[in-house]
């Protein structure tokens, strides 16, 4: 290596990179369901009576496993327009306040979420052969991983969250 020459940076692993590819898969799933139930139903008049069901589920993980994802890249959506003219430190103080809030609203999800799992459950889907708590799951699911997200992004190292800016340095969540 040349004396000027800069040694390549390590690329750090991606732990969201799995949520991304199940989302993204998710996505496309039900893009072709739906293009597949337009078609069967207009063209062959054979509907795919299941294919609704399982796009309104995989629509309501995607959400909560996507916004997991955003959580721990902390990417979230913010109105910031008076806490930029805040000082730095102000800043930094609603910052944790704000994420502590949202650790608070997202315990209480979980810990509700989990009882009307355990309800749902006893009663299946209308069309799927899956427990009817597997939609209301996701809550669950996307809230725990939502709070891994946030306890990292206070407590933990920055490396591990790639050296990432905190592009909502200021948001409600």
């Known amino acids: 290596m040349q004396p000027n020459e800069q040694a390549p940076a390590k690329r750090q692993f991606d732990f969201t990179l799995p949520f991304k590819i199940a989302v993204g898969a998710a996505l496309a799933i039900i893009v072709a369901l739906t293009l597949a139930q337009v078609v069967l139903r207009y063209f062959f008049d054979s509907p795919l009576l299941w294919s609704d069901e399982l796009s309104r589920l995989m629509v309501v993980w995607m959400t909560f496993i996507g916004a997991a994802v955003v959580c721990w890249q902390g990417?979230?959506?913010?109105?910031?327009?008076?806490?930029?003219?805040?000082?730095?430190?102000?800043?930094?103080?609603?910052?944790?306040?704000?994420?502590?809030?949202?650790?608070?609203?997202?315990?209480?999800?979980?810990?509700?979420?989990?009882?009307?799992?355990?309800?749902?459950?006893?009663?299946?889907?209308?069309?799927?052969?899956?427990?009817?708590?597997?939609?209301?799951?996701?809550?669950?699911?996307?809230?725990?991983?939502?709070?891994?997200?946030?306890?990292?992004?206070?407590?933990?190292?920055?490396?591990?969250?790639?050296?990432?800016?905190?592009?909502?340095?200021?948001?409600?969540?």
């Open 75 to 173: 990417r979230h959506l913010s109105v910031d327009v008076f806490v930029t003219h805040l000082p730095r430190g102000i800043q930094k103080v609603l910052r944790v306040i704000n994420q502590c809030l949202a650790l608070g609203f997202l315990g209480v999800l979980t810990r509700k979420s989990f009882r009307i799992v355990k309800l749902e459950n006893f009663q299946e889907m209308s069309i799927l052969p899956l427990p009817a708590g597997t939609v209301r799951l996701a809550a669950t699911v996307g809230a725990i991983l939502m709070i891994v997200a946030i306890v990292s992004r206070l407590f933990l190292s920055r490396r591990i969250h790639e050296k990432q800016p905190d592009n909502n340095e200021h948001s409600m969540l």
